[in-house]
């Protein structure tokens, strides 16, 4: 388990990139590699539960894995893919491999 407080020090050692201090747990959620893994769960008083899913869950649900581009490069997305062995783990998963696409400005 990584200290999510403490990613803006060790991170630009390992990856060569500043990045800011995170300002909260959601903030340090939405940073997590794929869309789908950027989900989290709190249990609330009351038995209650919070979702933090700030790229969504249709990804999660539609077993889609894609890079979350907030702070892993193409490259090291695809490292993690391979790294990983996600499409022979689970293989009916739908890797997207291309960088999502920006719309024009208006």
């Known amino acids: 388990m990584t200290n999510q407080a403490a990613v803006h020090l060790w991170y630009p050692k390992v990856f060569g990139v500043q ?17 789908a893994t950027a989900v989290a ?6 038995d209650r539960i919070q979702v933090v899913a700030p790229c ?10 894609r890079r979350n581009p907030r702070r ?15 499409a022979k783990r689970w293989p009916h998963v ?10 024009p400005a208006k």
């Open 19 to 35: 990045v800011a201090p995170l300002t909260s747990s959601a903030d340090g959620v939405a940073t997590w590699p794929e869309t």
């Open 41 to 46: 769960v709190r249990l609330l008083g009351g």
């Open 72 to 86: 892993v490069t193409v490259e090291q997305y695809r490292r993690r893919v391979k790294s990983k062995q996600l």
């Open 94 to 103: 739908k890797i997207i491999d291309q960088p999502l696409k920006q719309t």
């Open 56 to 65: 969504g869950l249709e990804d999660l649900f539609g077993m889609v894995c």
